[in-house]
Nanobody, 131 residues
Framework: QRRLEERGGGLVQSGASLKLSCAAS????????MGWFRQAPGKGREFVAS???????????????EYAESVKGRFTISRDNDKNMVYLQIDRVSAEDTAVYYC?????????????????WGKGTLVTVSS
């Protein structure tokens, strides 16, 4: 059974940086796109970032990434397939980044901002930004 476990959340001051990690088990993440979503208090789960999976044909790429407009330039998604890990580097955090952050396992190699394209989820890690 595929599982994801997010870590790295906590209480951080506005302007600081932190790095979230997502450990996958029950299968290799190599061929799958992986994504980060977040859910702020009282709001729905929203897309943050996605990174493509490995495809032999060359279509799609582990280097393909997509970001929500609100986080472009501050968030960086990366992956280490050998370790079965996905990361989210968050720089210059602000109060608007306060949320539970979830890691998603994509159903294909293609990057996607659509929550329906991710079939496995972790329990999330809470990031709280203080001003």
């Amino acid at each position: 059974q595929r599982r994801l476990e997010e870590r790295g959340g906590g209480l951080v001051q506005s302007g600081a940086s932190l790095k979230l990690s997502c450990a996958a088990s029950g299968g290799s993440i190599r061929p799958a796109a992986m994504g980060w979503f977040r859910q702020a208090p009282g709001k729905g789960r929203e897309f943050v970032a996605s990174i493509g999976g490995f495809v032999l044909s060359g279509y799609g790429s582990e280097r393909s990434t997509e970001y929500a407009e609100s986080v472009k330039g501050r968030f960086t998604i990366s992956r280490d397939n050998d370790k079965n890990m996905v990361y989210l580097q968050i720089d210059r955090v602000s109060a608007e980044d306060t949320a539970v952050y979830y890691c998603g396992w994509g159903s294909s190699a293609a990057i996607s901002s659509d929550i329906a394209d991710y079939h496995y989820w972790g329990k999330g890690t809470l990031v709280t930004v203080s001003s």
